[in-house]
């Protein structure tokens, strides 16, 4: 639609509509923010193509576009969003400064181990040596949480006030659902269930899953 905000996203999403996929940020964040938006559907040959690698050269979703601006990285997106939506950060400098540590937190120390860990249960499964490393690799992961538990307390969100930050970190830990692994932290499990519960992310995430279905019906 002319004039809106385009972001891109999977038109047959590897996490078999889970709402994994990264695009579900951008969503959400502009759902929080009450911004009205377009998405653009690409399968995984339209990744590689000329036209999308000029927006995003590493050819992967999402990327954002608006008068005349075009951003990949969820990260960086939300950052710039945060500009013009205080519900995403906050305008006082020092509760701002705070949010978007949380933000480079959330994707440089806590998505690492936990991205591993999860692409080593499907892609290593029939290994070997999977068991020995699985068991590594999670051992990483509860090391991560526990700080982050030690850190949330029983504090409702990471600081004062839900943000961008938070909105990363929950989008985060969601890739845990179903190991059984957070639920040995209640104040994180607790802490995820919050952000699912927040109304823009339960319309980011109808909104992709109407999408796919409407993807599966066309065949």
């Known amino acids: 639609m002319a004039g809106l905000p385009t972001i891109t996203g999977f038109r047959r999403s590897p996490d078999g509509g889970r709402g994994l996929a990264r695009d579900l940020r951008v969503r959400w964040a502009l759902e929080e923010a009450g911004q009205s938006y377009a998405v653009e559907l690409l399968d995984f040959a339209e990744l590689k193509s000329h036209r ?3 927006r995003n050269p590493f050819g992967q979703i999402p990327t954002y576009a608006s008068e005349g601006l075009v951003l990949f990285e969820s990260g960086a997106i939300l950052w710039h969003l945060g500009q013009e939506h205080p519900v995403l950060l906050p305008a006082e400098s020092k509760a701002r400064a705070r949010a978007v540590m949380w933000m480079f937190a959330a994707l440089n120390t806590v998505e690492p181990p936990i991205f591993e860990s ?3 249960r499907v892609l290593e499964r029939d ?9 590594m690799l999670e051992g990483r992961v509860r090391g991560v ?3 982050l538990a030690d850190r949330l307390g029983q504090g409702e969100w990471l600081e004062a006030r839900f ?4 909105l990363l970190m929950v989008s985060v830990l969601r890739r845990l659902g179903g190991t ?3 639920e040995d932290w209640p104040n994180l499990a607790g802490y ?15 909104a992709q899953r ?3 279905e409407a993807v599966r019906a066309r065949g």
């Open 52 to 54: 999308h690698l000029a």
């Open 118 to 120: 999860s692409l080593a």
């Open 127 to 135: 290994r070997p040596w999977f068991a020995e490393r699985q068991e």
């Open 145 to 147: 949480l526990g700080r």
């Open 163 to 166: 943000s961008a930050g938070d």
């Open 180 to 182: 059984g692994i957070i």
């Open 192 to 206: 995820v269930a919050r952000g699912e519960a927040r109304p823009a992310f339960q319309r980011a995430l109808a």
């Open 210 to 212: 109407t999408e796919a």
